[in-house]
């Protein structure tokens, strides 16, 4: 299978595998889906030099008729973006930063949109969204400027009320170890993938279908900022900070609590209280273990920047889960448009990530819960929008378009 085959690109001509044109939202062929006319003569396919052709592959498109084939010179760019992609990972390691991440993708797209799309539109899609996104980052620590009081009892309450026990509590009693096990690799590739993944099938959408990635994109932004209206006005504290703080200590529900810094509380477990651990020798309270499994695999450099990178964040941002809830909005907004595979993959992997989340200390149950609630309700919201607003208003616009052809062959029909 090609290069181009794997991503299902629409070919020059339109027609996709499945064998049917891709379309834009207003229900139009993208650029190049209209196949040239039977009586065009097709240019023939490697007679220019490729050299030649990388002006034109820069250039915007033709009309389908008279674009050249640029099928090696697409080959080649994506070839190369990989081997960029591979000198990056080995250089400077994951790319974990989304701003870099987003433009590391963008370069990819552009490889793979020559000879096929405009390469502006990879900008035009792409560059608001990344925008979007990094106003997110700018203002999700808005909450230190409120200064709403946190919530450090919440969240083990409710999960103590529904399950008799707080889970993080239980799992790591019973499953945790003194070092890294092997499938704690697992759960840290799991908890790392979050900052990939959602990105990366983002990707592949765009590449299929903007009119798809562009509902796929508003769907993120809007559970994205929800999000940090939530932990704004409800910031509340995961557990592993929980196990460091006494109840006296944070009686008045600081934000940067001092005891957040320190490996264990005063009083074995803090809020938590003590564990008693199955695996002797295990420490009896409860840890932030997320980066442990790289440790496992002897890469220190990668856990090292993982907890760098969580020194950096909001450590009182966890009403809801933003982890399990973009998990869960990939899930559900890909269930109509994937097989029984497709659909086994991306729900297992929200409950992977749901698992991972409490084990490793990052969330409490309750967390989850509403981080999955929040998908719920956003693709609810963008489902009512679909079929009553965008739907009602493509079906007008084709039915006026047909009017239209229908008036203008009855226009040329001759006279009898």
């Not at 052709?53 to 008729?65: K, R, S």
């Not at 096990?181 to 590449?207: G, K, N």
């Not at 239209?404 to 062959?409: C, F, P």
């Amino acid at each position: 299978m090609s290069i181009d085959e794997s991503i299902d690109a629409p070919r020059p001509g339109g027609r996709r595998r499945d064998g049917f044109a891709k379309s834009d939202s207003r229900g139009a062929s993208e650029p190049g889906d209209t196949a040239p006319d039977e009586d065009e003569t097709a240019e023939p396919t490697g007679v220019e030099p490729i050299l030649s052709d990388l002006a034109a592959a820069a250039e915007m498109e033709a009309e389908p008729a008279k674009r050249r084939d640029l099928t090696m010179v697409r080959r080649i760019a994506i070839t190369a973006w990989v081997l960029f992609m591979v000198w990056q990972i080995t250089v400077y390691g994951l790319a974990f930063d989304r701003t870099r991440l987003i433009v590391l993708l963008c370069l990819g797209l552009i490889a793979a949109s020559i000879g096929r799309r405009k390469i502006i539109t990879v900008l035009l899609d792409w560059a608001p969204f990344a925008l979007i996104l990094m106003l997110y980052d700018w203002t999700r620590n808005i909450a230190q400027i409120i200064q709403v009081p946190v919530a450090w009892h919440l969240a083990p309450d409710v999960d103590k009320a529904i399950f008799g026990v707080v889970p993080t509590v239980w799992l790591q009693a019973h499953l945790k170890e003194p070092s890294a096990p092997w499938w704690e690799v697992l759960t840290s590739i799991v908890y790392m993938s979050f900052f990939v993944v959602p990105y990366a099938v983002a990707a592949v959408l765009w590449l299929r279908d903007r009119a798809t990635w562009r509902r796929f994109a508003a769907c993120f932004i809007a559970a994205t900022f929800l999000g940090l209206v939530g932990y704004t006005f409800v910031p509340a504290a995961p557990p592993w900070a929980a196990a460091r703080c006494t109840s006296a200590e944070v009686a008045d529900g600081p934000r940067e609590a001092i005891c957040m810094t320190t490996p264990q509380a005063t009083e074995p477990g803090g809020i938590l209280g003590p564990i008693n651990p199955s695996h002797a020798d295990a420490a009896p309270y409860v840890e932030r273990i997320s980066a442990r499994g790289w440790e496992f695999l002897h890469i220190h450099v990668a856990s090292d920047l993982i907890q760098i990178g969580q020194g950096k964040s909001n450590l009182v941002a966890a009403i809801p889960s933003l982890h399990a809830g973009l998990t869960m909005l990939l899930a559900l907004f890909m269930w109509p448009r994937v097989k029984a595979l497709g659909k086994t993959l991306f729900m297992g992997y929200a409950l992977a990530m749901a698992f991972t989340l409490v084990y490793t200390a990052e969330h409490y149950v309750f967390d989850i819960l509403l981080g999955w609630a929040l998908a719920a309700a956003v693709i609810a919201v963008y489902q009512i929008i679909e079929h009553k607003i965008i739907g009602p208003r493509q079906r007008r616009k084709a039915a006026e378009a047909d009017g239209i052809s229908d008036e203008s062959a009855g226009a040329e029909a001759p006279a009898t």
